[in-house]
Nanobody, 116 residues
Framework: VQLQASGGGLVQAGGSLRLSCVASGSIFSFSFNSMGWYRQVPGKQRDLVASITRTSSTNYVDSVKGRFTISRDNAKNTVYLQMNSLKPEDTAVYYC?????????WGQGTQVTVSS
């Protein structure tokens, strides 16, 4: 399993970014897996931000509700995270992985930095 996250960058508070994550390798059952976006800041644990089931039901942590939208394209083995109204506290490395039980491999993630 390989997970390639991209789309991060430096943005001012209030701005937007769209993250993408392509799964490859032994992802024979990508469409049958619930997926999640996670984020991690240095010195802290990696936390779930949003999840999407195989039927595209979504869930979000309270801090991003109304600002972030998770979606998926099973034909492309890709999961997306649209992030609007970004805040400095959203600064982190963002990863995608299976949810609720992540695969062992996390990939390098993508850095999101929000300046105030």
């Amino acid at each position: 399993v390989q997970l390639q996250a991209s789309g991060g960058g430096l943005v001012q508070a209030g701005g937007s970014l769209r993250l993408s994550c392509v799964a490859s390798g032994s992802i024979f059952s990508f469409s049958f897996n619930s997926m999640g976006w996670y984020r991690q800041v240095p010195g802290k644990q990696r936390d779930l931000v949003a999840s999407i089931t195989r039927t595209s039901s979504t869930n979000y942590v309270d801090s991003v509700k109304g600002r972030f939208t998770i979606s998926r394209d099973n034909a492309k083995n890709t999961v997306y995270l649209q992030m609007n109204s970004l805040k400095p506290e959203d600064t982190a490395v963002y990863y995608c992985n299976r949810w609720p039980t992540p695969w062992d491999f996390w990939g390098q993630g993508t850095q999101v930095t929000v300046s105030s």
